[in-house]
């Protein structure tokens, strides 16, 4: 008993010490105020900071005057307003997955923006439409609260643009409750509060923090009954479903006349009268009655028995409530009857009116919600990234499709980051994306190697993995899938990036000495490459010949080598011809990873092996923005051929001359452009 005693003090001083440095969990914004202001209301000690941190999108905003003379809450001054974007979310943190919550969301409009038109818009908690926000008038203060059980390790407060005028929040506030109050909030339902009142309550001051230390609202109530209270504060033995603040219990209201019910109604709204609610009553005797003193009374609903006799237990909360929700009326009615063996009135010490909410939609599938928070965290992606990503669905985010089942949560099934300025290495929450069927990353800045956990991702049908910097080689088994066609991969553009096991070496990137389009390969450029042969072939005299012995060395040792069969396949059986010249032809073809190039075929009577090594230690030699990219080459016996960038458009000779298909004619500065863009490129000087 002795140590029990030492260790509840303990307990009592270490959670006074962190009363001490702000509310322990709570996280309190005054939405609107300057960035990283933070105060403490001289009402509840509570601090309020700003928004920096739980949100990057909307703008401050402050009330007009006229209403800031009117309401000296500090809270309500500043605002923060979403002109941009259909959803706009604040994240919530840290938060503890499975465990309760409270969270409430405060407004008032005060014709912050001089328009005098009041918006309404929807406010989701996660994916599930918590409230529609209507103004009565440009000074209503409209609260908003909900109970919950935390899904995830963050609450996300998502404010939705519906085309009727700006969104925006006054006060957010996220409260942590124990598990073991109001155990009719679990994993699939909530409480929205619709009313909390404390009968009796001396002035109209709502009692909440630090007297609730929950932080819960405690309004006062007022009507037809005699206030009742004791004449000091009394301990009132906490209910602990409930825990009903002293503060709230030691004031009741009992009936005008001591024979009088005690009643009370609440009406619906239309909208309402579908809903569910639960009544929670709390009572606690507050006089030391004599041994003929008996307060006992029954209570009842819409004129039908609902619980009792009751006698409340003196400085003992004891809370009744329905035993199973209302729902269907237009009006309720509660009526505490005394009974015939009683001698002294009912009475009420404080009310909680709740409705159900039903999660219909929970949320993304767990493992994918967290990989995509991890990928957002790591690579700091801007967009519409807020909320929860697939739902509802018609918010998801932007570059994400999902799939969604009805049984099951929805899954991501692909993810576009091309073109957003990612950098660093592939983010290993990828491989938790276990659904995903497409995945682009293409045109970012994305560096080490592409990771095996890739190949794990069994749905995958399409990677693009082209242009960034990724170094090393493909995974074998994403090639391999590629080549049975389970997969459309690619990869050009990666300066370091290998295809094969085989080319794990470090290698250089080549250029050719062409031009524009494909036809610069094979007209114009022809001879273009000839005068650069033969400016360049002075430098490199006394150097061995470049001879077929040799091609398992120096560049070709670094460069990918096809097959004959290989460039017959990548060419479809040398289909498409789009260009001829001195040397040979240039078809149309694919590389594994659907990348389009033009092939080079050296044609044998021009004892093509001399040209095509020259051409080929040429191509090493120049890099220039002008010049096509060389990406192989292939030297089997008489076949020789070179891998060169597709560049669409046509042949350059014919568009020159306006003989093409298309009828497009190039003007005088076009032309102009063309020649100066040739000139650089022959010109350009070696490496
Ligand atoms: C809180 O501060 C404001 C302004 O600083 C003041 O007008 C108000 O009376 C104060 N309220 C309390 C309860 O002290
Ligand atoms: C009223 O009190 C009498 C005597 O204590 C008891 O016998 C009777 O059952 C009580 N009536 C009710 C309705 O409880
Ligand atoms: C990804 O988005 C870009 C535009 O941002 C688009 O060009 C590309 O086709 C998209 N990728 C896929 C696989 O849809
Ligand atoms: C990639 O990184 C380089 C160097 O850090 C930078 O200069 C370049 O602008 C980046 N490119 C993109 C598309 O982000
Ligand atoms: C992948 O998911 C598992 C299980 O959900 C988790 O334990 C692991 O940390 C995740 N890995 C990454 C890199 O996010």
């Given amino acids: 008993m002795v140590m029990g005693g030492i260790f509840l003090l303990l307990a009592f001083l270490v959670s006074a010490a962190v009363f001490v440095h702000g509310q322990p969990g709570f996280i309190s914004i005054d939405c609107g105020i300057a960035e990283g202001l933070n105060y403490t209301d001289n009402q509840t000690q509570i601090e309020y900071t700003s928004d920096n941190g739980f949100i990057d999108t909307g703008i401050n905003q402050e009330i007009s005057s006229v209403y800031t003379l009117k309401s000296t809450q500090r809270l309500y001054q500043n605002l923060r307003s979403f002109p941009e974007g259909i959803r706009n979310c604040y994240t919530l943190k840290p938060v503890v997955k499975g465990n309760k919550y409270l969270i409430r969301a405060s407004f008032m409009y005060g014709n912050y923006d001089g328009t005098n038109k009041l918006p309404v818009f929807d406010v989701y908690l996660g994916a599930n439409l918590w409230q529609i926000m209507k103004f009565p008038h440009a000074h209503k203060r409209i609260r908003i609260e909900i ?24 006060v957010l506030e996220l409260r942590p409750l124990n598990n073991s109050l109001y155990t009719t909030v679990n994993e699939s339902q909530s409480l929205l509060l619709y009313n909390r009142f404390n009968p009796g309550a001396p002035n109209d001051r709502d009692v909440r923090y630090p007297d609730d230390p929950y932080d819960r609202i405690w309004k006062q109530w007022v009507g037809p009954w005699t206030p009742f209270s004791t004449p000091s504060i009394i301990e009132i033995e906490n209910d602990f479903g409930f825990e ?161 089942d009805s049984s099951y949560p929805p899954t991501i099934t692909s993810l576009n980051l091309s073109s957003s300025g990612l950098s660093g290495e592939i983010a290993p929450s990828l491989g938790n994306l276990t659904s995903i069927v497409s995945l682009d990353l293409s045109r970012n800045n994305l560096t080490g190697a592409v990771p095996d956990f890739l190949a794990n991702l069994s749905s995958l049908t399409f990677l693009n993995l082209r242009s960034n910097q990724f170094t090393g080689s493909i995974p074998s088994v994403l090639l391999e899938r590629s080549h049975n066609g389970l997969l459309t991969l690619s990869f050009g553009e990666n300066l370091e990036l290998c295809s094969s096991d085989s080319c794990k070496k470090k290698h250089r990137h080549f250029n050719i000495p062409v031009i524009i389009g494909v036809s610069v390969v094979a007209v114009l450029v022809s001879f273009t490459m000839m005068i650069v042969c033969h400016k360049f ?56 990873d659907g990348t389009q190039v033009a092939i080079k075929l050296f044609s044998q009577i021009h004892h093509g092996t001399n040209v095509f090594q020259t051409e080929a230690q040429l191509l090493m030699r120049f890099h220039h923005k002008n010049l096509v990219h060389f990406l192989g080459y292939c030297a089997e016996g008489n076949n020789k051929a070179l891998i060169l960038e597709y560049i669409v458009g046509g042949n350059l000779a014919n568009l020159l001359s306006a003989k093409g298909d298309d009828t497009i004619v190039l003007n005088w500065d076009q032309r102009l452009r063309i020649a100066m863009d040739v000139a650089q490129g022959i010109s350009f000087p070696t490496i």
């Fill in 244 to 404: 009903p603040p002293t503060m709230v219990m030691s004031t009741a209201v009992s009936p005008l006349s001591a024979n009088d019910n005690l009643n009370f109604s609440f009406p619906m709204n239309d909208t309402d009268s579908g809903l569910q609610f639960y009544v929670y009553m709390h009572f606690a005797e507050l006089q030391l009655l004599d041994s003929n003193q008996l307060r006992e009374f029954t209570l009842s609903l819409n004129g039908a028995f609902l619980d009792g006799p009751f006698s409340p237990m003196y400085q003992v909360a004891r809370t009744l409530s329905s035993p199973s929700p209302l729902t269907g009326k237009d009006n309720y009615t509660i009526a505490l009857y005394k009974t015939t063996n009683s001698t002294l009135p009912p009475i009420l010490n404080a009310f909680e009116i709740h409705s159900v909410k039903q999660h219909l939609e929970s949320a993304t599938n767990r493992q994918d919600f967290d990989s995509i928070m991890n990928i957002k965290a790591t690579y700091r992606v801007k967009r519409n990234w807020m909320g929860d990503p697939c739902l509802p669905k018609a918010y998801s985010w932007d570059g994400l499709n999902c799939s969604y």
């Fill in 537 to 592: 072939r002075g430098r490199r005299q006394g150097e061995p010949a470049f001879n077929a012995s040799e091609e398992d060395s120096l560049f070709f040792s670094r460069n990918r080598r096809f097959t004959y069969t290989e460039i017959m396949h990548m060419t479809n059986n040398f289909q498409r011809v789009i260009g001829r010249g001195g040397f040979g032809t240039v078809y149309h073809g694919h590389m594994e």
């Fill in 147 to 170: 109970m919950v059980v935390a899904y995830m390790d963050i609450f996300s407060v998502c404010l939705i643009n519906r085309g009727w005028g700006a969104p925006f929040i006054s």
